[in-house]
C-alpha cells in the first residue's frame, strides 16, 4: 500500500511512523520535516499528504503534528479525506471500521511508540463495515 506521511517535526514517533509502515511493505511517500524540500508546518504538511490520497497518490496517510488536531483539522479540509485523531488502537479500528477513515493522525507529544505501534497495527487491519447504517453516514459525510 503506498501511505503518505507528513509531520511539523521530527519529534516523538515521527521517524517511527516511516519506519514502521517501510518495515511492513509498504511505500512511504513523505511530506513536511520528513521531506528536506517542503515547508514542515503542520498546515501545509497535512494537506500534502491529505492531497495525496485524494488525488489517488497514496491510498491511505498518517499526519502528525504535536497534539495532531492542527494536522487532522488541515487534512479534513481536503474533500474525500477522512482523518481521525486516534490515541489508541480502539478509536483507530474504529476509525477504519465506522468511519471509513482514510488518514490517520497522531500526536507526536503523546504518542509512545509502544502505543504507536498498536494503533498502526489497528489501523492496517481495519476494514470499513459493511452494514448498511454505517455506510450510510459515511456516505452522508459527501452531502455535508
Known amino acids: 500500500m503506498r501511505i503518505a506521511v507528513a509531520a ?4 516523538g514517533v515521527a521517524r517511527r ?3 514502521r509502515l517501510r518495515d511492513g511493505g509498504h511505500e512511504v511517500i513523505t511530506h513536511g520535516a520528513l521531506s528536506a524540500d517542503e515547508r514542515d508546518d ?3 504538511a497535512s494537506e500534502a499528504a491529505a492531497r495525496d490520497v485524494s488525488e ?3 491510498d491511505q496517510a498518517v499526519v502528525c503534528c504535536w ?3 492542527g494536522a487532522s483539522i488541515a487534512a479534513n479540509k481536503v474533500p474525500g479525506v477522512r482523518a481521525a485523531l486516534c490515541v ?3 478509536s483507530a479500528g474504529g476509525a477504519r471500521k465506522w468511519n471509513d ?6 500526536s507526536l507529544r503523546l504518542t509512545s511508540e509502544v502505543v504507536l505501534d498498536e494503533i498502526l497495527d489497528a489501523w492496517l487491519a481495519g476494514r470499513p463495515s459493511t452494514d448498511d447504517a454505517d455506510r450510510a453516514n459515511v456516505s452522508h459525510l459527501d452531502e455535508i
Do not use: P
Open 56 to 58: 489517488g497518490r497514496a
Open 67 to 69: 497534539t495532531g488536531t
Open 101 to 106: 477513515a482514510n488518514v490517520l493522525a497522531l
Open 42 to 44: 503542520w498546515a501545509w
Open 8 to 11: 511539523d517535526s521530527v519529534d
Open 88 to 90: 489508541d488502537a480502539y
Open 17 to 19: 511512523v516511516v519506519e
